[in-house]
């Protein structure tokens, strides 16, 4: 089965300052999504990559797979307080068959901005 | 635009009582259909999961049931609590796109916890 790491587990970050967080499978990614949960709250969609090398961005958000597509980074640049919350990554296996497989997750990081 | 709404918010239960939660989706047909739980320390962990009405795949052994009664209604039920059945339940929904690309979007989820 496919297992995601993720690091740091937690990040105290000041406001104004940029952020990355990674994703690392231990099998090749055919789909990566970022999602972020507020404490208590669903899961907001954030990005999904699929290519190596791809790179997208939102905002101040940029989610990057590598060529090998074992890893994905997420990084905030000039983190605000809207920011905080939990960042989780899932990944589609293999054979999504019309996505039914479900997704397997990382433990997600929880991140904290002090003003 | 899509909505998913998961019923009851939070849910205060004793051991051995039965469970019934409801998911419904709204602004779209035949989708695929999660249920999933997080519990502390263990990330987010897929239970069930439906490709249509009354068809529904288990991932992990336990003492829970989900059944599909309508297209657009998942619900996640047990004849009889356990403690380790505390946790944060999810339901998220998906088009069933073929491939790695069909990205899943969640409910706000509900809070269980079993005394």
């Known amino acids: 089965s496919q297992e995601l790491e993720q690091s740091p587990q937690s990040l105290i970050v000041q406001e104004g300052k940029n952020l990355t967080i990674n994703c690392t499978s231990s099998k090749t990614l055919y789909g990566l999504y970022w999602y972020k949960q507020k404490y208590g709250e669903g899961l907001i969609f954030l990005m999904m990559l699929q290519k190596g090398g791809e790179e997208k961005s939102h905002e101040k958000i940029t989610a990057k797979l590598d060529e090998k597509k074992q890893q994905s980074s997420l990084h905030i640049t000039a983190s605000q307080p809207s920011h905080a919350g939990i960042y989780l990554c899932g990944a589609a296996t293999m054979y999504s068959g019309g996505g039914a497989d479900g997704l397997t997750f990382g433990k997600g990081t929880h991140l904290i901005i002090q003003p | 635009s899509q909505t998913i709404h998961q019923w009851p918010a939070t849910l205060v239960q004793p051991v051995g009582s039965p469970l019934s939660l409801e998911c419904t989706v709204e602004?779209?047909?035949?989708?695929?259909l999660y249920w999933y739980r997080q519990a502390a320390g263990r990330g987010l962990q897929l239970l069930f999961y439906s490709v249509g009405i009354g068809q529904i795949s288990s991932e992990v052994p336990q003492n829970l049931s989900a059944s599909r009664p309508q297209d657009r209604q998942f619900i996640l039920s047990s004849k009889k609590l356990l403690l380790s059945d505390s946790g944060f339940y999810l339901c998220a929904w998906s088009r069933g796109l073929a491939g790695a690309a069909d990205t899943q979007y969640f409910g706000p989820g509900t809070r269980l916890t079993v005394l």
């Open positions: 602004g779209t047909s035949n989708p695929n």
